[in-house]
């Protein structure tokens, strides 16, 4: 029952990537609660595995899985040096001239990271913008430089090539690591390997990483179950309407859990033991029905997510990616560590 979270599978996964990273190094990108899968427990996990290399969005997420890593672990904190932020023991990845000075006039001679934009627009030094500072900023040492592809898991996708020929512009010769690649990236290979790789997603079992462990389990407990009859409807909006006799279970999660709304209707199913359990009617904030006619014996909890129905598989039957199905996941799952 609840959420089930294999770190060993996670600490394959990163082993696969760096693997599969050659001579780079693979950090490990544990942003947003490790994809809500609770970075103070899969952090030191990774550092186990090998990681040394760490990646958070906000300076706070650095210090909440900061004391649970050894000292010769780096954290980057993403956002770079926002106004205020708590930096301490920390690695900002500094995005902007503007983050470059504050942070050299408030922490000079801490390491610092720099972040280039190669064409993404999000985050990042634009071309002209990192030719003005490029010579101030390597003399002050970065640990790293870095950017990010916008497009990595669209193999063909032209503006891989345009990126990377970029990156190479703005960085040939520089002389500091360098870092192009996540999941995504990894996979396009060596050309966009560099000197660190940065997963995410593929720790976590998510695409486009296909070759990944599984690393979830949800069970869901069955609160009742009822038997339906020709015409009588289930849930809100009367949206499903029984044609046949069913029998109807009446499951504890809903999409105040992250399991969205909009997979009502769309085959999401529940498993028992591989066995398929559609979802039927609206998903509602606390609860979900499910069809359990084809089963001769309902069991104490249905799987939303197991082997028969990966993240991704989720996410394609609610409309969005394994990214969104992981990050949603609900705080009100029991969290077992396997
Ligand atoms: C989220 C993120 C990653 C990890 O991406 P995945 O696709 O999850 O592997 C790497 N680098 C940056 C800058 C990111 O924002």
């Not at 708590?86 to 801490?110: E, H, M, T, W, Y």
């Not at 009742?224 to 499903?240: I, K, S």
């Not at 029984?242 to 504890?252: H, K, M």
Request: net charge negative.
């Amino acid at each position: 029952m609840g959420l089930q979270i294999d770190l060993g599978a996670i600490q394959a996964n990163w082993r696969a990537l760096a693997d599969r990273s050659g001579a780079a190094r693979a950090a490990a990108v544990v942003k947003a609660n490790a994809y809500g899968l609770g970075a103070e427990r899969v952090a030191p996990a990774l550092y186990d595995a090998g990681a040394r290399d760490f990646f958070v969005a906000l300076a706070a997420e650095g210090q909440a899985i900061r004391p649970h890593l050894a000292d010769d672990a780096q954290v980057f904190v993403l956002s770079g040096h926002m106004d205020g932020a708590d930096l301490a023991g920390l690695v900002p990845v500094l995005n902007s001239p503007q983050q470059f000075f504050r942070d050299r006039a408030i922490r000079p001679g801490r390491p610092f990271a720099i972040q280039l934009d190669t064409g993404m627009n999000r985050l990042g030094m634009e071309p002209a913008q990192w030719a003005a500072i490029r010579d101030e900023a390597l003399a002050a040492g970065p640990v790293l430089i870095m950017s990010h592809l916008a497009c990595a898991d669209e193999p063909d996708h032209p503006a891989n090539a345009a990126q990377l020929t970029a990156f190479h512009q703005m960085t040939d010769g520089c002389g500091v690591p360098r870092s192009l690649a996540a999941t995504g990236g990894i996979l396009l290979g060596p050309d966009y390997h560099f000197d660190l790789t940065r997963p995410g997603v593929g720790l976590y079992g998510g695409l486009p990483f296909a070759d990944a462990q599984p690393v979830l389990r949800l069970s869901l407990p069955v609160i009742q179950t009822r038997d339906v009859l020709p015409g009588e409807f289930v849930g809100y909006g009367a949206a499903w309407v029984a044609e046949s006799p069913r029998r109807i279970a009446t499951v504890a999660a809903g999409y105040a859990d992250g399991l969205h709304r909009a997979m009502s209707g769309r085959g999401a199913s529940l498993y028992a033991a591989g066995t398929a359990c559609p979802i039927v009617g609206r998903v509602s904030m606390d609860l979900i029905t499910v069809d359990v006619t084809a089963l001769a014996e309902v069991p104490a909890a249905l799987d939303i997510i197991c082997p028969a129905q990966k993240i991704d598989d989720l996410a394609a039957r609610a409309g969005t990616i394994g990214y969104e199905i992981l990050t949603s996941l609900g705080r009100r799952y029991e969290r077992t560590y396997l």
